[in-house]
Structure formats: C-alpha cells, structure tokens
C-alpha cells in the first residue's frame, strides 16, 4: 500500500460532503444518507487498514506544495503518527455511528443534504486538525470546525434562538482562535517554519519567556474550541442544534480539538511550568464550574453540555499535570460515553414527546424500550466514574496525576478534581433518577425510536464500559497498552507506589458512592427543583452570560452606540450636511438673481461696466502718481 | 484737423451714455435695439476720431467692417423681434423672461 492513500482519510469525507452539498437534493433521499455514512465510514475502515503506517516514528505524507515563496515551504501534509491515529480512529469510529444515528434522527428532516453535507464537512475539517503536519493545515481544520458548528448549531435557523446559538458559537470559539493565529504567527517569526515536529524539536532553544506566553496564547485558542474558562459560555447554548450534532460537537470533535492541540504540541508547552499551572488551573475552574452547574440544570441537554465543558477541564488538568496519555485516554473514554449518553438523550426527548426538561419526564424506564434505560445508565455510570467502567480508569490516572505531581500546588487542583467528581457523580444520577424512576410527569405522546437511533448506542455502551481496557494501570494486571503505544509522546509517567494507588481509588469509589447516595436520598421520589437564589445562581450558569454582556456587549454596544449616533450621525454626517446645507442655501440666495429679466441684466451688465470702469482709471491714477 | 480731438471724444463719449441709457431705461425691445446701435456709433466716432489724430487709415477700415457687421446684426435681431412679437403679442423685454432661475 502507499502512504499517500492516508489522504483518503480526510478526503473522503470531503468528497462526501461536497457531493451532498452540491447534488444533494436533486439525488434521492437513501443515496445522499449512504453516500454520508459511507463517507465517514470509508475513513473508519482505512484508518484501521493504514494503522500500520502510525508506528514507530509515523508516516508523514505530502499531497502538495501549499505555499512556497522563498524560504517559507508550506506544503499540505498529513502526519499519521501514535498521537494522530488512535484519535483519528476515534473520531471516525465515532462519527460513523452518530451519522448513522442522524439518519434515523432526521428522517423528517426537508433539508437532509445541507445537514449531512455539513456533517461530513465537520469530519473533514476535524481530521485535518488531527492529521496536520503543519500549523497551518492545522488551522484551515480549525477554522472549518468553527464554520461547521456554526451551521450545524443553527441548522433549524427559521427560529431566531437556534441561529443566535450558532452565531453565538462561531463569536466566542472565535476569539479563541485570534490568540491561536497569534501564537502561530509568533511561532512561525520564531522557527520560520510552521510544521508541528520541528516547533517542538526546536522548542528548546526559545526563551523562557517566549514560551510562556506562547502557552498562554495556545491555552485561549485551545480553550475556545474546548469551552474552557473564560470563553465556555458557547456550549451551553450550543444544544440548540439537532442532537445528533451535538453528540458530534461535545463528543467525538470540537471540544476535544483544544486538548489534542495542547496535546500535539505538549513538548513546546511542558517547557514552562507556569504556563501548565495555568492550563491546570484553568481545566479545574472549569470542571468545578461546569460541575456546579449540572447540578441545577433542567433541560436533559444542558446538564450533558455542563458534564462535557466539566469533563474536558478533566482533559486540561491532565496535560497539565504533565501526562498526555490521561488526557488522551479520558478524552477517548469520554468520547465514547459522551456519544452515547448524547444519542440516549435524543431517544429519551423522542420517547418523553419532544420535551426537554427532565422534571417533567420521569418513569421512562417502564414508558419505553427497557434498552434506552440500560444504555443510558452505561453512559452515566462511565460519567460518574463508577468502577471498572472506562470512565473510571481514565480519571483516576487523571487524579493519579494530580496526586503525584511534585508541585504541592496541585494538590489543591486535586482536590477540585476530586470535589467535581464528587459532583459529577450527584448530577449524573440526579439525571437518570429524574429521567427514568417514578411516575410519568410530562404530556407529550411518545414518538417512534427507529432502529437507526438504537443500534448505534450498543457499540459505544460497549466501548464506554470497556474503555479501561485501552490503558489498563499496571496495579490491576493491566499494560497501560496506550501509555506505551504513545511511547516517546506520552508525558510524564505517573508511578506510585500501591499503597497510596489504592488508597486513592479507595476515596475514589468512596467518592462516587457518595454522590450516588446523594442523589438517591434526594431524587428517589420525585422533588421539585429548588427555585431559590442559589439554585438559579447554578441554572443560569453562575449568570455568566450576564456578566459577559455586562462587561463586555454592553461597554461594546454602548461604544458602537457612540460612534454610531454621538460621532458618526451627529458630527461627520452633521458637518456634512450642514455644509451642503449652507451651499444649498447660498444656491437659493444666488438663484434669485438669475431673473430671466433682460433689463435686470443689461443694468447688471453696466454697473458691472462701471465697476470695471472706476478700477481701470483708480489703477491709472495709481499709476500716474508713482 | 478742424474739430478737435477732444471734442469728438466728449462728443462720442455723450452718444454713448445716451445709447447706454436708452437700452437700461427703455423696456422696449426695439428701443433697446436703438440704443445699442447709438452706442455702437458712439464705438465708430471714436475710432474715426482717432483715426484721424493718428493719421491712419486702420480706425476707418474697422468702421467699414463695423458698419457690415451691424446691419447684419440688426436683420438677425429684427427677424427675432418679429418672431417675439407673434409668440407674445407684445414687445416689452421683461415679458420674455422664460429663463429665469
């Protein structure tokens, strides 16, 4: 086989797309549904057959010069390498199935070609943030997830909150990507060159300083696209979007594309010890807010958009602690359930009659298929971190981590890690008590679940609960088979000894069985949700969208408002057209004296005569007296 | 020569005010006609005047060349009055002031 066939990876869902989006509603319905999964699953399956070329030091391969001018050579090369491939399988993997959960999901749906387009395109534009060589090719993926999510989140547009969503989606991730395309400027004047290998071998000879705030910088891209503090008001809102989208956005792509960029140029930013305090602190605040903000939530979407934003500051503290593979492995298992729990969700919505908030479902366990319930409950144990699933393993390595980091200061980021799991695990069951035990609460009649939307959630059950299995630790018999897959990538090993390992997976399970006892004690029979300060302070998301429009719209619309009316109406447009005012109205004087009169100009002529007459002989006197 | 220079300019200079004030007084079109043509021969008696101080024969050629040029200009603007006169029924200047601003 040849190594350029690893274009097909990317290309094909591309190509998919591209038919979708141009043919898409003149071919007939199945055609355009096959042709999308297809696509996706063309990937999946090459993927698997080309995973030979990611070992060892992986395959880079060149498709062609990008840009070439002088000494700057950008070509548009994809590296197949350890990182790149378990995450491009997932992400394929993934896809594959929440497409063709969207088939069954959309069947209504008048516009199938734009959303499937779009699907495919976002696949696309991921794995060629996965697979770049190059920053650059790094961004254009970027930037087209941006481009996607914003039509993807706004797909039902006719109603004005679902656009507003998108728009809102497409703003903030943008200001993430500002600092990004900083930092990749700033890369590029450093290195002169832009390729992801050799910033990172010549990372090393950058000043201290420089590295820095070139962490800081990808810290705010990466934190954009992850919803990460301070730019995590997007995701809530995101669920406006069709459901399976949102099982796209928050779990398989999007969200996971920051920590994988942190993650693919961990060697430059593990360089500054400040810069990964940040990146902890900043997963920590997020997980501990997010968390905070589950609790209350009551629309089914919003708390798994929560847990996501929650989940992902798991992902930051683990590269911030040092450890790629913990990030990597929570970001695989947490793609898996998240999926799973996203797609369980729209099922749920379906079988409760289109309702979304979860205090007036209840009783689902018994109204529908005794499937979805099971299936659900794999994705939220793996949530909650309950024991041996794949959830669990992977944020203990992340608190194990934590634990072990020779800082003391991270102690304390342990500590919010271990309160947010706590947490996790109270609005996670909080969620399936409401969900599923007790009485019937809602109105709505239940709408059919084809088979299309059940049989995908098996396959990621299966995969959430076994996810362990990927990075087995070594106390429990297993290999940690991702640790060494990843090899020289992998950061920091976590090595401790059995006593303190056990002892934390002691308070760990303490820790979930807490949360659960939680939940059980105060959501076993149905309770109303508390309408107090507190709890609206949680449901409204810690009111951070006010302060953001406080600080942030408000000063900037009243900016605009000034320049607008104070500058721009009253003084540019006010001298403007007091000027054209003025000559108007000498026009009007001056218009009188065209009379039309022939007399009026004879009279008019001969004083002008006159005039002439008397400066001719003053000139002459003047002259005569010199 | 018999009259002197400067009585022909006095005398030339007297036609011309009384040509100059029968055009901006008169409201007649054919009066105002008048008047230009008296100041026009105000214009001839200066040159010929001069002409003759100077002793050269160029200030009676222009007046020849005047004189040509002033009967043509009085058929072009009596054929024009004329036309006023049928479009108006009446010859006072200020009625024709279709061109006003």
Redesign the interface.
């Known amino acids: 086989m040849n190594e350029s066939l690893l274009f097909l990876i990317p290309l094909l869902p591309l190509f998919c797309a591209l038919i979708n989006i141009v043919f898409g509603m003149r071919l007939p319905r199945l055609f355009a549904e096959t042709m999308a999964i297809i696509g996706v699953a063309g990937a999946f399956v090459l993927t698997i057959l080309l995973w030979g070329y990611a070992e060892g030091e992986g395959t880079r391969a060149v498709l062609f010069t990008w840009l070439n001018s002088g000494t700057v050579d950008i070509s548009f090369a994809l590296n197949f390498d350890r990182l790149a491939a378990p995450m491009t399988l997932m992400v394929t993997g993934v896809a594959t199935l929440i497409h063709i959960y969207a088939v069954g999901y959309m069947h209504k749906e008048e516009d199938y070609a734009r959303f499937f387009g779009l699907l495919n395109l976002f696949v696309f534009a991921m794995l060629a943030i996965i697979l770049a060589d190059n920053l650059l090719v790094l961004f254009l993926g970027w930037e087209g997830v941006g481009l996607c999510s914003y039509g993807l989140i706004g797909f039902w547009y006719q109603k004005v909150e679902n656009a507003r969503a998108g728009t809102k989606a497409f703003l903030v991730t943008r200001v993430g990507d500002v600092f990004l395309g900083i930092a990749l400027l700033w890369l590029f004047a450093l290195t002169g060159t832009l390729s992801i290998s050799e910033i990172n071998a010549q990372a090393t000879s950058i000043s201290p300083g420089v590295i820095l705030a070139l962490t800081l910088l990808l810290l705010l891209g990466a934190c954009g696209k992850s919803a990460q503090m301070p730019l995590m008001t997007w995701l809530a809102d995101a669920m406006a979007g069709p459901t399976p989208v949102s099982a796209l956005i928050h779990a398989a792509t999007m969200v996971t594309a920051g920590v994988y960029l942190l993650c693919r140029l961990f060697p430059l930013v593990s360089l500054s010890a400040v810069g990964m305090m940040a990146i902890t602190a900043i997963g920590a605040l997020t997980a501990i807010y997010a968390a905070t903000c589950a609790m209350a939530q009551r629309e089914i979407k919003r708390v798994l958009a929560y847990s996501t934003m929650s989940q992902v500051g798991y992902m930051f503290m683990a590269v911030g602690a040092g450890t790629v593979t913990g990030a990597m492995f929570h970001l695989l298992t947490h793609a898996f359930f998240k999926a799973l729990l996203f797609m369980a969700a729209g099922c749920v919505i379906h079988l409760a009659g289109g309702e979304n908030d979860i205090f007036k479902m209840g009783g689902l366990a018994r109204r529908g298929p005794k499937e979805l319930f099971w299936v659900f409950l794999a994705g939220a144990v793996c949530l909650a971190g309950l024991p041996l699933t794949g959830g669990f393993f992977s944020k203990d390595g992340i608190l194990l981590a934590l634990y072990t980091h020779p800082d003391p200061f991270y102690k304390v980021f342990w500590l919010i890690a271990i309160l947010t799991a706590l947490l996790t695990a109270f609005y996670t069951f909080r969620l399936v008590y409401l969900v599923f035990a007790g009485e019937w609460r809602g109105t709505g009649k239940p709408h059919a679940i084809s088979l299309q939307m059940r049989w995908p959630l098996w396959p990621l059950a299966l995969l959430g609960l076994a996810g362990g299995l990927l990075n087995l630790p070594a106390f429990v018999g297993g290999s940690e088979a991702l640790h060494h897959w990843y090899g020289a990538l992998a950061g920091r090993l976590v090595t401790v000894s059995h006593e303190v390992e056990w002892m934390l997976i002691a308070l760990a399970v303490l820790i979930v069985a807490l949360g659960w006892f939680a939940a059980h004690w105060r959501y076993r029979n149905y309770q109303a949700p508390l309408d107090n300060a507190a709890g609206r302070f949680l449901l409204n998301g810690w009111y951070m969208d006010a302060l953001v429009d406080r600080a942030l719209v408000r000063p900037f619309a009243a900016m605009a408002r000034f320049c607008s009316s104070g500058l721009d109406r009253s003084l540019f447009d006010g001298t403007i057209n007091g000027l054209a005012r003025m000559v108007s109205a000498w026009g009007t004087l001056l218009v009188q004296l065209t009379t039309g009169r022939l007399t009026t100009y004879l009279s008019a002529f001969a004083w002008g005569f006159l005039i002439l007459l008397g400066w001719l002989l003053l000139k002459l006197v003047n002259g005569g007296g010199q | 020569m018999i009259i002197p220079f400067g009585h022909a300019l006095a005398f030339a200079a007297a036609l011309f005010v009384l040509g ?1 004030t029968c ?2 007084l008169r ?1 007649q ?1 054919i009066m ?1 006609l008048i008047g230009v043509e008296i100041m026009l021969n105000a214009a001839s008696l200066v040159f010929i005047a001069a002409s003759a101080y100077w002793q050269q024969v160029d200030g009676q050629v222009f007046v020849i060349l005047l004189m040509a040029i002033t009967a043509a200009e009085v058929a072009v603007a009596l054929a024009m009055v004329v036309y006023l006169w049928r479009r108006k029924r009446t010859l006072v ?2 009625e ?6």
């Not at chain 2, 024709?96 to 601003?101: D, L």
């Open positions: 100059l055009v901006l409201r079109i105002i200047a200020d024709f002031n279709g061109m006003h601003g």
